[in-house]
C-alpha cells in the first residue's frame, strides 16, 4: 500500500548541495506537512508513495531555497533613489533624511512585501533582514509565506521609530516576545555598525544576545573610511574594537568584510564568525571587493547578501553568486578559485549555517524543511547544458526560476507564458503599492529639492 504525502516533485535534475557535488539525474523530493520525507529515483517516488499533489519538472533542476544572507527589504521603495555616491554622501544625505521622512509601519509593510515578491521571484525562500518596525516586516513576510530572519535594529541616534539605544533595544524585544512563536519568523540583534553604535550598547546587545539566544547581525569594515575613522577616535580598527567587547562568536555575522586582512580573517575563523559578502553592492558603492578567497581559505563561514535595494538596486542572489565567483577569480589571479558548487553552498548552506538554521534549511535533505527552488533549463540560452551545476551560477539568472516552495507550499510560479503568480497576493495588490510610494518619494525628492 502506497503511503500517502501532500507533494512529489519530480525533476531532470535534483542538487541537494548535502552532500557536496552531488547531482542526482531523474529524482524526486517526496513532502509531507513541511518537512521532506524522502528524496529517491523518480520510479521509486511514484510506487511507494501517493500524493495529493504531484509537479513534474521534466527539464529543471531543483535546488535548496536560496538564502539572502543581508538585506535591508523595505529600502526596496527606495530603489535607486540616489546613484553614484559613496557609503558616507548616500546615507547622510540622501538615505537618512529620506528615512527621517517617509519610514513608518507602513512603508516597512509595504516595501517588506515588494521584496518578498521580488525576493521569491528569484528563488530566494529565506532573508537576514536589518530594519525598523520588525512587526510590521514580520507581517508582510508572513502574508508573503517568505522565511525571515529579522533584525533588531540598534543605532545612537533618534529615529520615528526609537529614540536612543535603549528604546531600539525595548521595542525591538518587544516584537520579539509577541512573534516568536511565528514558524516563519527568527530574530538577532542588529547593531547597525562600529561608527553608529557606541561600546556599552555593543556590550548590553553581547548580553542579552546571549541571554534571550539570539544571534548578532552587523556591518563592518565596509569603506576604508570606517577604518580611518575607527583608528581615529578609538585607536583600533572596527573588528578589534569588537573584539575587545567580547561581541565574536559563531552567531555573530558580519555584513561586507570589504577591507580585512589576513589576521583578521584569521581571527573570524577562530571565533566561527560568518561573513555576508554582498559583491553587488560593494561594487556600486565603491566600496572595494572583499577578499572572499582568502577567508574561504581560513575556513570562514560565507554566505551571500544583497545589501538593500536602495544601494544595489537588485535582490538577485543569482547576480550576487555569479559576481563571487568571478570577482575572487580575478582578484587572486586564480581560476580554480570558488567553483560553481561553492557560490552554491554560500547562497544555501553557509546562509542557513551563519543563522543557526542549518539543521532545517539550506539542502535537500530528509527532515528538513521543504524549502525548494526549481530552475527552468528549457530557454535557448540556457542550451547546450553539460554541467547543469555550472549553469546555475554561470547561466542562468532569476528569470529561469519557475516555482519557489516554502515549507512545502508553493509560494511562487511562473506559468509558461502567462503572468507569475504569488500565494500571497495579488498583481493589482503589488501594482498599488508601487504606485503609492512611487508618489510619496517623488514628492519628498520634489521637496529636497528645493530647499
Known amino acids: 500500500m502506497k503511503q500517502h504525502v501532500n507533494l512529489i516533485i519530480t ?11 552531488q547531482l542526482l539525474q531523474d529524482h524526486a523530493v517526496v513532502v509531507n506537512g513541511d518537512t521532506i520525507l524522502d528524496i529517491c529515483p523518480v520510479t521509486d517516488a511514484l510506487t511507494h508513495y501517493q500524493a495529493d499533489e504531484t509537479v513534474h519538472l ?52 509595504d516595501g517588506t512585501v515588494l521584496a518578498c515578491a521580488e525576493m521569491l521571484s528569484g528563488g530566494v525562500t529565506t532573508f537576514n533582514d536589518m530594519y525598523f518596525y520588525p512587526a510590521a516586516a514580520a507581517a508582510a513576510s508572513i502574508k508573503m509565506g517568505v522565511r525571515a530572519n529579522l533584525g533588531l535594529v540598534v543605532i545612537e541616534f533618534p529615529t520615528q ?28 540583534f542588529a547593531p547597525h555598525a562600529p561608527y553608529t553604535v557606541a561600546d556599552d550598547t555593543f556590550q548590553r546587545i553581547a548580553t542579552l544576545a546571549n541571554q534571550v539566544n539570539i544571534s548578532i547581525h552587523t556591518h563592518l569594515h565596509e569603506t576604508k573610511h570606517e577604518i580611518d575613522e575607527s583608528e581615529d577616535q578609538f585607536g583600533l580598527r572596527p573588528l578589534a574594537r569588537l573584539a575587545n567587547l567580547d561581541l565574536l562568536g559563531p552567531t555573530v555575522t558580519f555584513a561586507h568584510c570589504v577591507h580585512m586582512d589576513q ?25 572595494g571587493i572583499a577578499p572572499i578567497a582568502q577567508a574561504i581559505k581560513y575556513n570562514v563561514n560565507v554566505g551571500l547578501g544583497t545589501d538593500g535595494a536602495a544601494g544595489n538596486n537588485r535582490q538577485d542572489i543569482f547576480t550576487e553568486m555569479r559576481l563571487a565567483a568571478l570577482l575572487a577569480k580575478a582578484v587572486s589571479d586564480d581560476a580554480t578559485v570558488i567553483p ?51 549553469h546555475l551560477v554561470y547561466v542562468a539568472g532569476r528569470e529561469h526560476v519557475s516555482h519557489t516552495w516554502v515549507a ?19 498583481p493589482r495588490e503589488l501594482t498599488a ?7 510619496r518619494v517623488t514628492e519628498f525628492k520634489s521637496l529636497e529639492h528645493l530647499r
Open 11 to 21: 525533476a531532470r535534475w535534483v542538487y541537494p548541495v548535502v552532500p557536496s557535488h
Open 58 to 109: 521534466k527539464n529543471h533542476v531543483l535546488m535548496p531555497g536560496l538564502i539572502n544572507l543581508h538585506a535591508h527589504a523595505a529600502m526596496t521603495l527606495m530603489r535607486g533613489l540616489a546613484d553614484g555616491l559613496a557609503l558616507q554622501a548616500w546615507l547622510q544625505e540622501h538615505i537618512w533624511p529620506a528615512e527621517a521622512k517617509l519610514v513608518s509601519p507602513e512603508f516597512v509593510h
Open 161 to 188: 521609530y526609537a529614540t536612543d539605544a535603549g528604546d531600539y533595544i525595548k521595542k525591538g524585544l518587544d516584537a520579539r516576545d509577541q512573534l516568536k512563536s511565528e514558524p516563519l519568523i527568527s530574530f538577532s
Open 263 to 287: 589576521v583578521e580573517m584569521q581571527l573570524l575563523a577562530e571565533q566561527g564568525c560568518s561573513i555576508a559578502h554582498c559583491p553587488s553592492a560593494n561594487l556600486k558603492l565603491a566600496s
Open 340 to 390: 560553481a558548487h561553492q557560490a552554491i553552498e554560500m547562497a544555501t548552506i553557509n546562509g542557513a549555517k551563519a543563522l543557526g538554521l542549518d539543521d532545517k534549511i539550506g539542502s535537500i535533505e530528509k527532515g528538513k524543511l521543504a524549502d525548494l527552488t526549481a530552475v527552468q533549463f528549457s530557454d535557448l540560452e540556457m542550451q547546450p547544458c553539460f554541467d547543469p551545476i555550472s
Open 408 to 426: 512545502g507550499e508553493l509560494r511562487y510560479h511562473q506559468p509558461i507564458d502567462s503572468a507569475a503568480v504569488y500565494s500571497g497576493i495579488e
Open 433 to 439: 503599492i508601487v504606485a503609492k510610494w512611487q508618489s
